[in-house]
Nanobody
Framework: VQLQASGGGLVQAGGSLRLSCAASGPTYNTFAMAWFRQAPGKERERVAS????????SYADSVKGRFTISRDNGKNTVYLQMNSVKPEDTAVYYC????????RGQGTQVTVSS
């Protein structure tokens, strides 16, 4: 599976962003997928995950209630809706199979200004 994240940018605290992750490959629809993020000097964090059919989701405590993960298997795309963003959400965001964070594609930078 090849993955390409997009939709990042500069946003003010309290604002919103929607990230997309386009996947290619015949087995994409069989994978649970996740969004991860990594900020300079910090450990990688799994932000959210979603089951292969979208029926189950989970979130890190740091984003629960603010972020929503979804997927459209017809479009081979996973989304991350980010609301009420905070400066501590600043990081490179990328998607990967939920159990294989190193099988990532290119990430997208999210910068939240205070």
């Amino acid at each position: 599976v090849q993955l390409q994240a997009s939709g990042g940018g500069l946003v003010q605290a309290g604002g919103s962003l929607r990230l997309s992750c386009a996947a290619s490959g015949p087995t994409y629809n069989t994978f649970a997928m996740a969004w991860f993020r990594q900020a300079p000097g910090k450990e990688r964090e799994r932000v959210a995950s979603i089951s292969y059919n979208g029926g189950s989701t989970s979130y890190a405590d740091s984003v629960k209630g603010r972020f929503t993960i979804s997927r459209d298997n017809g479009k081979n795309t996973v989304y991350l809706q980010m609301n009420s963003v905070k400066p501590e959400d600043t990081a490179v965001y990328y998607c990967a199979p939920a159990g294989k964070p190193d099988s990532r594609g290119q990430g997208t930078q999210v910068t939240v200004s205070s």
